[in-house]
């Protein structure tokens, strides 16, 4: 059975090792160090799945801005989610994305963008966000750029370009 919840200081350790397991890098580990040191870090949603005793996986959804002609709309990234590979095809990644959104929305967050597979997150109700009027600040296709609102209409409206904090620079 998998358990989720907020990551504790304890837990540390444990999700920088299961993002350099899941992506075979360090990059992913070292932007959630980064991320966790910085204002647009969210401890309610840094959350890990606990299966088999130990944490198998880590979603963690933080603070960006859609930079309009108007304004800064307040939105979320998720980046990165990351299973334990042993513990992939399990439902984990599935559990820790369903479970964030509903955390995000509780907390009143009204969208999400995601940079992600275009077969994967689409079950969530991520879609290409280039026709929902967003821009990346960086070349990307647009299958992989997606966005969802959390709560309907939050993207009416809205044209502007996705604005990354500094942490994100270099993954």
Do not use: C, K
Request: hydrophobic letters at 45%; a negative charge.
């Amino acid at each position: 059975m998998t358990t989720i919840r907020a990551e504790t200081a304890a837990d540390r350790a444990a999700i920088h090792e299961v993002n350099a397991l899941a992506f075979g890098r360090e990059a992913e580990a070292g932007l959630v160090d980064a991320i966790r040191d910085s204002p647009e870090f969210i401890p309610e949603l840094s959350l890990v799945a606990e299966w088999d005793g130990r944490v198998a996986g880590h979603v963690l959804f933080s603070r960006i801005v859609i930079r309009t002609a108007d304004s800064d709309v307040p939105a979320l990234t998720l980046a990165p989610v990351a299973v334990r590979p042993e513990a992939q095809n399990q439902g984990v990644g599935t559990a820790l994305v369903r479970e964030g959104l509903e955390r995000a929305r509780a907390l009143g967050h009204r969208i999400v963008v995601v940079i992600g597979h275009p077969t994967y997150y689409p079950r969530f109700g991520f879609a290409p966000a280039r026709p929902q009027g967003l821009e990346a600040p960086f070349p990307i296709a647009d299958p992989p750029f997606m966005a969802l609102a959390l709560v309907p209409g939050a993207l009416d409206g809205v044209r502007g370009t996705v604005v990354y904090p500094p942490a994100f620079e270099g993954v």
